[in-house]
């Protein structure tokens, strides 16, 4: 095999070899106005977005097609979070 051809799939085996970017999420809380309304939501967070300052673009774009502000975002977290949020965020859970 050739120098380049053994670089080659040197390469191609490290590219397996990396873990697969785990899913983000972010949980947040949103307000409409007249009448005030408030809700905490989930969200899955697309990219790498996988911080509350880049996360918060993501929301804040998403949720204000039906209205709503975002107010902050709590945190962001990975898949073992999700169960123990469902409940809180009730119909804003994975919503947007």
């Not at 670089?7 to 990396?18: G, V, W």
């Not at 409409?32 to 929301?59: K, S, V």
């Not at 979070?81 to 919503?95: I, T, V």
Request: proline residues 4%; positive net charge; hydrophobic residues 45%.
């Amino acid at each position: 095999m050739t120098k380049p051809r053994i670089m080659a799939c040197a390469a191609a085996l490290m590219l397996l070899a990396l873990p697969a970017q785990a899913a983000c999420y972010a949980d947040y809380k949103a307000k409409q106005d007249n009448p005030l309304r408030l809700h905490y939501g989930t969200i899955r967070i697309d990219g790498n977005a996988c911080n509350p300052g880049a996360a918060a673009a993501q929301i804040r774009q998403r949720i204000a097609r039906d209205g709503w502000t975002l107010l902050n975002v709590l945190g962001v977290f990975d898949e073992s979070g999700l169960a123990e949020r469902k409940a809180s965020a009730g119909q804003f859970h994975l919503r947007y």
